[in-house]
Structures are given as structure tokens and as C-alpha cells.
């Protein structure tokens, strides 16, 4: 996407023009420039959420309509993951960093046949920036996986994360399973990606829908406090 750019010094351009470059590198799959980036905007005093979803996610943003355009293609778009995860690694400890209390275990993976794993990985960040204790056991999660990994981590919160419509209907068989098993209301159950949407997630017996990884913690937080609060009203 950019032009022979080697003796751009990143450090020399204003925000704009820097946030610019960086979802450029970010198209090219440029690692070590995309860590620069981010280290440049956290010490210009940008919060690490926007620096996330500015250049981050805006950048990915791009590339994903030029996938779907066919002008890029998977080892492009797997270098512009691995941009983006360096990233995301350099902003996580930051982003965990609020010292917050505890206020909620979730477990969290995208569902069987399902490999897209940077939002249930921006999703653990921001709940864990939040207090929560989050396991993400990655992906391409069978039924038999999420239900263990809850009973065995004592989740309060199940999220599941598909990115095809392919994969999606997936969590209903989750749900369903829980259901069967009678276990489906021991936990929250929260639902996300790209192509689902709230209707989606009442219609497979979600309790939410979460539109972002932001929606995803105030989601989970009010959950959680309507739980505290129906068990001291019983
Ligand atoms: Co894929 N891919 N991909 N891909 N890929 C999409 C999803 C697609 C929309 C691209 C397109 O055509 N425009 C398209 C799906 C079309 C459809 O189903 N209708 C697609 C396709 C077709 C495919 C393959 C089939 C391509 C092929 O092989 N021919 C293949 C399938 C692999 C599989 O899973 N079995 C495939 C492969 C890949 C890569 C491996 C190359 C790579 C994944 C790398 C990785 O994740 N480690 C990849 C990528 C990167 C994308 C796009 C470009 C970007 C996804 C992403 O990371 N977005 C994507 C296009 C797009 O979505 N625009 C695309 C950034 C991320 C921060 O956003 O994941 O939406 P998102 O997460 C958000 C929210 O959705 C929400 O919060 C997050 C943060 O705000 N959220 C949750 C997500 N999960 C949540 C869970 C929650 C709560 C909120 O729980 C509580």
C-alpha cells in the first residue's frame, strides 16, 4: 500500500500523519515499525486504548475490506496479524495495569472451526485492564472445551467469538448443550464478532451480544452486578 518509504523516521511525523503510516505498515505487515509506532504515540501521552483502536484496529480495519475485495490475500493478511499482535503484546500490560480488583472470572475462545483470534485477544486485554480474570483458551473451541474450561476455571462468564457466518451457529450449539446439561444458567454467556449481531444473540439464547471489546466489559460489569445483587435479594 505505501511507497518506498525507508528514510521516513516515524518519530518526526505528527499524530495524524503518524497514525497514517502506521495503519500503512500495518497493510504491509510491518512489525518493528508498528511496535515503534505504538511506543512513539504511549510516549506523546496517548491513553493505550486509544492507541488500540486508532491505528490498531483502525488499520485492520482497512485491510479486512481489502480481503473481502480480493486485493489481499491470507499471508498478507497473516503478516498484518502478526503486526497487529506485536502491538497489541507492547499495550497489554498497560491495559491490565488499572491494579482493579477482581470482579469477575470469564472464559473466553472462538468457536470450532473458527482461527480469528485478535478480538477475543483485545477482548481478554480490555476485561483484564478492567479487573477481571480472564482464560482464553484460543481457538477453534469444541463444546466439550468451553464446558470444561468453565467448571474448571469457575467462570461467571462464558464469551464465545466467531468471525464467519460459517462458525457462528456454532454457539448455539454450545448453548444448547449447556442447556441440555443444565448448566446453562450457572453462567453469563456473552456472544461476539464481526458478523453477528443483537439479534443473532437473542435468537441463539445469548445473554448479550457485544458489539466491541468496550461493550464487552460494561456488558460483563452490569452482569455481574445483577448477579451480586439477585443473590442478595435472595
Ligand atoms: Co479472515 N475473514 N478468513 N482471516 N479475516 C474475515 C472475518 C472476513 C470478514 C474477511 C472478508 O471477507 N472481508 C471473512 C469472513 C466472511 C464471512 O464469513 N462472511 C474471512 C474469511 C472468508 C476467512 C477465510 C475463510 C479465508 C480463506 O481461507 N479463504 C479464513 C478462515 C479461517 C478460519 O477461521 N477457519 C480466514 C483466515 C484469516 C487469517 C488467518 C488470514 C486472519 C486471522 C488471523 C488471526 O486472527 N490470528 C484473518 C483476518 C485477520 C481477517 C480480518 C481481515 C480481520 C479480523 C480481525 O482481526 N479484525 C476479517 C475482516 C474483518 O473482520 N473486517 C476477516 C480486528 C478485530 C479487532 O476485530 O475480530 O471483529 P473483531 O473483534 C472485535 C468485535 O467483533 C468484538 O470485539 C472485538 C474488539 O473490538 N468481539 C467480541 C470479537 N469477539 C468477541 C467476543 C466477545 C465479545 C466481543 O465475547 C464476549
Given at each position: ?14 499524530d ?15 512489525k ?60 497489554k ?8 480488583p ?36 484460543g ?38 448443550t ?5 448448566i446453562?444458567e ?10 453477528l449481531?443483537?439479534e ?26 445483577r448477579?451480586?445483587?439477585?443473590r442478595?435479594?435472595?
Amino acid at each position: 500500500m505505501s511507497d518506498e518509504n525507508d528514510d521516513l523516521i516515524l518519530s518526526e511525523l505528527d499524530d495524524e500523519e503518524l497514525v497514517a503510516q502506521m495503519m500503512d505498515d500495518l497493510y504491509d505487515g510491518l512489525k518493528d515499525e508498528i511496535a515503534e509506532g505504538v511506543n512513539i504515540l504511549l510516549g506523546r501521552g496517548w491513553a493505550p486504548y486509544r492507541v488500540l483502536t486508532e491505528p490498531l484496529v483502525g488499520g485492520m480495519t482497512i485491510v479486512g475490506r481489502d480481503f473481502r475485495d480480493g486485493i489481499l490475500f491470507v499471508p498478507e493478511v497473516l503478516l498484518a496479524a502478526g503486526a497487529m499482535k506485536g502491538g497489541m503484546s507492547i499495550l497489554k500490560p498497560l491495559l491490565a495495569e488499572t491494579g482493579a480488583p477482581t470482579i469477575g472470572r470469564m472464559v473466553i475462545g472462538t468457536v470450532k472451526g473458527d482461527i480469528h483470534d485478535i478480538g477475543q485477544n483485545l477482548v481478554t486485554m480490555m476485561m483484564e485492564g478492567a479487573g477481571f480474570e480472564v482464560k482464553n483458551i484460543g481457538i477453534n473451541n469444541p463444546v466439550e472445551s468451553y464446558l470444561e474450561a468453565c467448571e474448571e476455571f469457575n467462570a461467571d462468564i462464558l464469551g464465545m467469538s466467531a468471525l464467519l457466518t460459517t462458525t457462528m451457529p456454532y454457539m448455539k450449539v454450545v448453548i444448547d448443550t449447556m442447556k441440555e446439561k443444565g448448566i446453562r444458567e450457572d453462567y453469563i454467556v456473552l456472544v461476539g464478532g464481526a458478523p453477528l449481531n443483537e439479534e443473532f444473540g437473542r435468537a441463539i439464547g445469548a445473554d448479550a451480544y457485544c458489539r466491541d471489546a468496550a461493550v464487552a466489559v460494561e456488558t460483563a460489569k452490569d452482569f455481574i452486578a445483577r448477579k451480586h445483587n439477585s443473590r442478595v435479594a435472595g
